[in-house]
């Protein structure tokens, strides 16, 4: 259907640019009733776009800071590939302070979703000790001795409690701050796995001691090489895994 379905969010419905940093998806800030809002149009499956879209609800009902779904006229939060979000205001964290609160927040996702299920489609890092393939992931395209380290570093998490992680917090793009909270963006790497993944942050803001920041740090850098792989930031986060 393309971004004629944006149509569904009412008649004055309309696309006003195009926004950066989509890299699977076309995403557009968009107005509907009035409002600035965020247009994102990928090719995920409704299993998928209904998991991320009840969560970012259920988040926000739990008075996080997200970029809630915004319902089509007849009341469906996707149509066609295409969801509709919540415009989110602020900059960047820049300073420790900053990434603390980032920390902060990140914890209050964790403590929200502890038994949410698992995405559709989606493996954890433990998981894939066993399994080869989850969503993106291909562990049959990766070098062999890669694999053999990724899932080495991955086997240090087992027997972990699971949650909601975002998948990709310390990217600062990914945060949008102002005085007074932090909201985060971009759920597309979203999914259940040991919350530690998501606290290897800028100045270790989140206070991890060194064996569980390099605990965090060695799978976190396994799971990027093999969801990326292969472009250069993988072969580069591969590199960062340690032989075992």
Not at 65 to 79: E, K, M, N, Q, S
Not at 148 to 175: D, E, F, K, S, Y
Not at 193 to 205: C, R
Request: charged share 25%.
């Amino acid at each position: 259907m393309g971004w004629e379905a944006l149509g569904q969010w009412g008649e004055d419905a309309a696309r006003i640019k195009p926004l950066t940093g989509g890299v699977a998806n076309d995403v557009w800030s968009v107005r509907v009733n009035g409002q600035i809002a965020v247009g994102r149009l990928g090719s995920r499956t409704d299993a998928d776009l209904a998991w991320e879209t009840g969560l970012l609800q259920y988040l926000s009902r739990e008075g996080m800071t997200v970029p809630a779904p915004i319902p089509t006229t007849d009341g469906r939060l996707f149509v066609g590939g295409l969801v509709v979000m919540e415009y989110m205001e602020g900059g960047p964290p820049e300073t420790k302070t900053d990434w603390r609160r980032v920390a902060d927040t990140l914890r209050e996702l964790h403590r929200l979703t502890q038994g949410w299920p698992q995405r559709p489609g989606w493996k954890s890092s433990t998981d894939l000790l066993h399994a080869e393939t989850g969503t993106r992931i291909n562990l049959a395209a990766m070098p062999p001795e890669g694999v053999i380290r990724c899932r080495a570093a991955w086997a240090r998490l087992i027997g972990r409690q699971t949650c909601v992680v975002h998948g990709n917090p310390n990217n600062p793009g990914n945060i949008r701050m102002t005085a007074d909270r932090v909201a985060l963006i971009d759920w597309d790497e979203a999914h259940i796995d040991v919350p530690d993944l998501d606290l290897v942050l800028p100045y270790n803001a989140a206070d991890l001691d060194d064996g569980a920041y390099d605990i965090a740090a060695q799978a976190s850098a396994a799971w990027e090489a093999a969801i990326c792989w292969r472009d250069e930031y993988a072969v580069r986060r591969l590199a960062e895994v340690r032989a075992v």
